[in-house]
């Protein structure tokens, strides 16, 4: 299964838990025959495999880097497929000369170097109640693990447990970028200077073998390849300027969406970027992985048209370019069935066995990505196909085709002729499919599993999430899926997932983590969209076209399969996708506050922490503007003014929460792009990618804005502060202006105002944290006093009742809002004093009868309310013993 995450909380991707514990072995059990078809290239891998002393020795490094205490404490040891019951397995058991402390006590052997990792795992969770994460999430659990000498021994004659399938696939065909977009954890642009200065990657790759991770991309230094290969064809290096995309757009640029955008890259850049490939490289293989590597899929630079102009190359049409900039967009395609096709797919192939020395003869090719053929006739389509596949053999005999299935996810293009006929044009076993949004929209299942191709869940398991560094609960059981052959108990498993990720078993942090399972991390209505929050996200709308939901917006429980697919922003506001009970996270969250003082000391528990409070406030945050655009359609300027004042707090607020933990901060990612300069030219160039990435992403006129900006939205301290902070104060200013005019919002003027605030903040210089600051548990606990309320119980009768989910301040009334009452209903407010602070702080204007449209027909009270309690008009009457005001 490969596994295209949708997205709740920054560059967050979350997870089905029934699908992957239940569906995904569904498909493993129907393996075998998947399998055949690519035994010969397993037997081809196996044979050229690094011999097991380095295999052995690269195993023995990660476990140093990981545990240094315990280095001595385990040996490792390589086993045949055969002695593992013919499947790739690990195998943990006491170590049969372990006498005395110092002697390795526990030996864990493997087919290769990462299932011995993947076991060292396993015994770390099962054994020693361990957990490993990335540091921007938490980081390793280790405390847990008995010291050196004392480790916990393994049941009988130990465990041998097998992979139901060959592979484990890691990374999408954009994840580089994103996570050019991650520089500092993932290291994805990371210091290629030197192995030490890429200590980032040497952490990425050690986390991919302890999470069993056989089949990972390696697109890294592809660039480089390209401008040797393309200087072969009379390509000069100045034409190839703008063919390459800025450092943090390459990935758009290699499947021919863009080119030139944020470039053009310095020559030290594909120097330095090769020299990391090859060192990534050189450790995926000495762990016994087998990294994907690219191919040539048809993208070529405009150059190549004027010195071979009998070419079939066409200039595909525009792609999110805001007026169809040529500079930008509509790149060339080099027809599949043009001689040159081939030839150039085979310099590709050879230049990279010249630099690396070797390959794991498995390519990654998307010509088709957001890219429709020019003709849909089968015949046609199998001669691209054939074409592809003969460009990748060519330089590579055992070559065979790792495809992305996306296009089949979104393009009606692809009807069943149309799939059968690129499907079926490689021999069999020579083409490998990745199901990439298998976990929502499988096409296996519509299209006779791939009408006999191997895919990524027949062969293998997989994630190919655009992002990483992110929910870690997730990481962790998808790994584990790799080698599981039953369905796993959700509930049990979560219960130790929370002991193990905070060092010991708190029953009520159980019980949150078993909420959020039920919440957030089980949107089952196979909608997929990115995080739209209103923060990150700001509608660029007329405020008089937005749409007020009539009461508190409810999880969607109805499938939507259509709504895959990667769309420009528009003029319009759709409300941000909410699939659960906001109410239930808030619970959650509470809990998670109450057991701070237990927990406070774990790394991974504060992280966790700021990351949910960030989401519950998120999600306040859109309610709450949604109530400034009520007080603006209700011509109410004293109710936007205090409304957008509230959210204006509550962005710097969350700006200080998030400051709390590292993996919430701006800081690193522009610094880590700036040291990847070699002086201040290239400094500003990357500088100014990784701040436009995260912003407007692609081009803009004065008047229009990107049509993907925000589409890589962070929630990171500095940025809300910063940048989503002021831009939504502008769009404010606008609304109270209009109000106090008594005219059309400005749309336009609003549109150059935020558009220069975005321009000028793509080429700032300003310096950010690089370090946290501030107690993470202590906002977090203000925060939820401030914006979530301990009037928990009031606000549960209110909802009840079918009003509006919103704030409570503990310091003063219940919900600072408006609400529609039947005329049979009354409210009571039940002191004087409660009355005083509501007419300080609230605009008693709106008390009054409100109308539907133009009819006039009065359908209910809108009323201010306290933290009073809620009665009905007789039982006011029997209440003489107070002072009450019935609105």
């Not at 000369?97 to 006590?105: A, I, K, L, N």
């Not at 450790?283 to 016994?288: D, K, Q, S, T, W």
């Not at 495809?403 to 069999?428: C, E, I, N, T």
């Not at 609960?473 to 509930?491: G, T, W």
Request: proline letters at 5%.
């Amino acid at each position: 299964m490969a596994s295209k995450f949708p997205s709740f909380s920054p560059t967050v991707t979350i997870i089905f838990f029934s699908l992957c514990c239940a569906l995904l072995l569904n498909s493993a059990h129907s393996s075998a025959i998947g399998i055949g078809y690519i035994s010969r290239l397993l037997e081809i891998q196996d044979r050229e495999r690094a011999p097991p002393y380095v295999q052995v020795a690269a195993a023995r490094g990660v476990l140093r880097r990981l545990l240094p205490s315990h280095s001595s404490s385990f040996d490792f040891q390589i086993v045949s497929k055969e002695q593992c019951g013919g499947a790739s397995c690990f195998m943990i058991k006491n170590h049969p000369s372990f006498r005395r402390r110092g002697d390795p006590q526990i030996l864990i052997s493997g087919v290769t170097g990462v299932e011995i990792l993947a076991g060292l795992h396993w015994y770390l969770k099962y054994w020693c109640g361990s957990h490993i994460s990335w540091d921007k999430t938490g980081g390793a659990q280790l405390f847990s693990v008995p010291k050196a000498g004392l480790l916990s021994r393994v049941q009988d004659a130990g465990i041998l447990v097998q992979r139901p399938v060959p592979w484990n696939y890691y990374q999408n065909a954009v994840t580089s970028s994103w996570l050019c977009e991650i520089f500092v954890g993932g290291g994805w642009l990371a210091f290629p200077q030197s192995w030490r200065a890429g200590a980032s990657w040497e952490k990425e790759i050690d986390w991919m073998a302890l999470q069993g991770i056989n089949l990972p991309l390696a697109f890294t230094g592809q660039e480089a390849i390209w401008q040797k290969v393309f200087q072969k064809f009379n390509i000069s290096t100045s034409d190839l300027d703008d063919f390459f995309g800025g450092p943090a757009f390459l990935a758009w640029s290699r499947m021919g969406n863009l080119h030139g955008w944020g470039g053009p890259l310095p020559q030290s850049w594909f120097d330095q970027q090769l020299i990391l490939q090859k060192k990534i490289l050189v450790r995926m293989y000495e762990l016994g992985m087998t990294p994907v590597l690219p191919a040539f899929s048809g993208n070529v630079p405009a150059a190549l048209k004027t010195i071979y102009p009998s070419a079939k190359i066409t200039r595909l049409g525009n792609w999110f370019s805001v007026k169809s900039d040529p500079r930008w967009t509509c790149t060339y395609l080099l027809d599949a069935t043009d001689p040159l096709f081939v030839e150039i797919g085979r310099a590709f192939i050879e230049e990279q066995l010249k630099e690396y020395g070797r390959t794991s003869h498995i390519y990654n090719c998307d010509t088709f990505d957001e890219n429709t053929p020019p003709d849909d006739d089968p015949e046609y389509i199998s001669s691209l196909g054939v074409a592809i596949f003969r460009g990748m053999q060519s330089g590579d005999n055992d070559g065979v085709w790792l495809m992305q299935g996306w296009l089949f996810s979104y393009d009606p293009f692809w009807r069943p002729p149309q799939m059968k006929a690129l499907l079926q044009s490689v021999p069999a076993g020579r083409l490998v499919v990745l199901d990439l949004f298998a976990e929502v929209k499988p096409i296996w299942i519509t299209t006779e599993q791939f009408y006999g191709v191997p895919y990524i869940w027949k062969v293998g398991v997989g994630m190919s999430m655009e992002g990483i560094e992110q929910n870690p609960i997730v990481y962790d059981l998808m790994s584990e899926m790799a080698f599981q052959h039953n369905k796993v108990d959700a509930k049990a498993w979560i219960d130790q997932y929370s002991a193990r990720r905070y060092g010991h078993s708190v029953p009520s942090i159980q019980d949150a983590w078993n909420i959020l399972y039920h919440t957030l991390y089980n949107c089952t209505d196979g909608a997929y969209d990115k995080n739209r929050d209103v923060i990150v996200a700001f509608p660029d709308v007329d405020p008089s076209f937005i749409s007020i939901p009539p009461e508190e917006c409810q999880p969607n429980e109805n499938p939507v399969a259509g709504r895959a697919v990667l769309k420009e922003i528009t003029d319009s506001f759709d409300q941000p996708h909410l699939w659960y009970s906001t109410s239930e996270v808030i619970r959650a969250l509470e809990i998670f506050i109450a057991s701070g003082d237990e927990l406070s000391e774990s790394n991974a528990y504060r992280y966790d922490l700021v990351d949910l409070t960030r989401q519950a406030l998120a999600k306040y945050a859109n309610q709450l503007f949604l109530k400034v655009i009520e007080a603006y359609q209700f011509n109410d300027a004293i109710g936007v003014a205090r409304r957008s004042q509230k959210f204006l707090g509550l962005v710097e607020d969350m700006d200080t929460l998030l400051a709390c933990h590292d993996g919430f901060l701006l800081g690193p990612w522009l610094e880590s792009a700036k040291k990847l300069a070699q002086d201040e030219e290239q400094e500003k160039q990357f500088e100014w990618n990784a701040r436009t990435q995260i912003t407007m992403w692609f081009d803009n006129t004065k008047e229009e804005a990107s049509l993907l900006r925000d589409y890589g939205n962070k929630y990171w301290s500095g940025l809300l502060q910063d940048y989503y902070g002021p831009r939504a104060a502008i769009y404010f200013k606008y609304l109270t202006q209009s109000l106090e005019e008594g005219s059309e919002f400005r749309l336009n003027d609003w549109r150059r105002e935020w558009i220069k605030l975005t321009n000028d903040w793509q080429n700032s210089r300003k310096a950010f944290p690089v370090k946290s600051s501030g107690n993470a548990l202590n906002t977090s606990r203000l925060l939820f006093d401030k914006y979530l309320g301990s009037s928990a119980d009031n606000i549960q009768s209110l909802n009840e009742a079918g009003f509006d989910s919103v704030s409570t301040n503990s310091s003063s009334f219940l919900i600072p809002g408006i609400y529609v009452l039947p005329l049979s209903f009354k409210l009571l407010i039940t002191s004087p004093t409660a009355l005083e602070s509501a007419i300080a702080d609230f605009d008693l204007s709106r008390v009054a009868l409100r109308s539907e449209g133009s009819s006039g027909r009065v359908f209910g009270l809108v009323i201010l309310t306290t933290s009073s309690q809620v009665k009905t008009s007789s039982e006011a009457e029997t209440d003489t013993g107070r002072q009450a005001r019935t609105l």
